[in-house]
């Protein structure tokens, strides 16, 4: 028999690493060992796409300006073949992109790390206005319709705040008077409602925000309209009128300049995507360029999009580890070995009743569908077919049903990974005619209560934060796994079968 010293000694050596680079993490660059213990950095990237002509290229971007109620900590741009600065333009800040020639789809990053003000709060506060008051020019019939809109809200109020109120009940009624459908049928409702602010010789300006809210992506920017009282700048949401600028909004423009242009490229376009990270207050000084060379193998040098992957993708591990101690040490069986991890996965997306309702839902009745498959011998490959095509029907009947009582489940029970789910149905299926119900559902049953029990490690924050900051600390849980795989002796299920020898003659 051969000796296991250079395998345990192995397994030593991975849960060494671990711990060590873990702790060269936490001590070298700040790394929190959990969750909220320090101050939340929002990351904020700034994609923009465009085609380029095959010519002298200068694209030009907004940035944000001293954003109330955050402070911009650090910034980068990510631009190869691109000479990238910062320029101050009458007041504003616009990053610039620029290279002699180029040709095809192009793609330009910027990242901004911002951080909530610990003290002080200017929310609503800015500069008076520099310039009079934009003239407004309304084609017939609609200088009539904004005149009389105009004339009716300012009899139901006294105030600019309470004018601009009043528009916006207007603007945002279910049933629009023949005024209002006149002039929203010509412009957006922020603008309409600038430019009545206008007419009626009151500052204003549109204003455009991005919601923090974590792991976002293809975010577009929210549009508001900001008027000055004569003392403050008052900022109002168009669409539900509420007003001062909420706190998970990130004001990214102020005034009508543009937000990007390009020159020498078309089809341009720019989206943001947003990720919240926890890091201690002396770390916020530190830039990406300042990391250090343990800096290299983290994670936060990919772009965000690729970050929100990774955070669904680092945990993995954990549910595989849920997986082989119910397997190996407990004794549970289930339908395939990595299904459960997946589904445990989808829970993370549904929530865990919705996930486990449409989960036993859909599989209960793709079995009842699979049976009757099984009267017309088919092939293997096109049963597996069929049974998609039918897993994907079942999921828009109940989407279409759930939507109609109230429950709108479509956008979640999309995440299931419908090709599991068929494979899954067959599987069971073919377990019925060869074993018997009792070990579908034996089987069946533990592969839910594993993605159960793999979805409640998955979702813990503490989790989730040490995979995604610590990506490390998976040796350790690749040694316990390689460990348990060496285990020859009794399952906890197994054990009452042999209670009977350990008992007294």
Known sequence: MPSRVPFYAGLATLVLAGAVLAWLRHAELGVPWLPGEDRSVWLVEARVDFRADGEPVLVSLDLPRNPPGFEVVSEQAASPGF????????????????????SGLTTLYYKAQVVRQSSGDDRGEAP??????????????QATAASELLAEARRHSSTPESLARELIKRLSADRPDQNTRLLLDTRAKARILKQLLNQAEIP???ATGLRLEDARRRQKLQTFVEL???????FFDPESGEQGVPDNLLLWQRGTKSLLDVMGGQDSRVSFSILRQTVPSLGLASSSEALGDLGLFGLYQLPIEEQGMFRILLLLPLGALVVAFMRIMVGVPTSGTF??????????????????LTFVTIVALGLLLRGYLS????????????????????TSVISVVGYGLGLNPGNTITFFP????????????????????????????????????AYLLMQDPIAGHLSFNFPELHLIVLAAILFMGQYT????TELHRFRAMSEPD
């Open 83 to 102: 000479g990238f600065s910062m320029v101050e333009e009458e007041g504003d800040r616009r990053g610039e992109w620029s290279v002699r020639e180029a």
């Open 128 to 141: 008076p206005p520099q310039q009079d008051i934009e003239p407004v020019f309304w084609e017939e019939p």
């Open 204 to 206: 204003a300006r549109l």
């Open 228 to 234: 000055y009282n004569g003392e403050q700048w008052r």
């Open 339 to 356: 299904m459960p991890v997946l589904i445990a996965v989808a829970f993370l997306q549904t929530s865990l009743l919705p996930g486990v």
């Open 375 to 394: 009267l017309l011998n088919l092939l293997l490959v096109a049963r597996i077919s069929a049974l998609i095509i039918l897993v994907i029907f079942l």
């Open 418 to 453: 419908i090709v599991i789910l068929a494979w899954t149905i067959e599987r069971l299926s073919i377990l019925w005619e060869e074993e018997s119900a009792q070990e579908v559902l034996k089987q069946g049953g533990g592969s839910l209560l594993v993605a159960v029990l």
């Open 489 to 492: 002796g009794y399952r906890l």
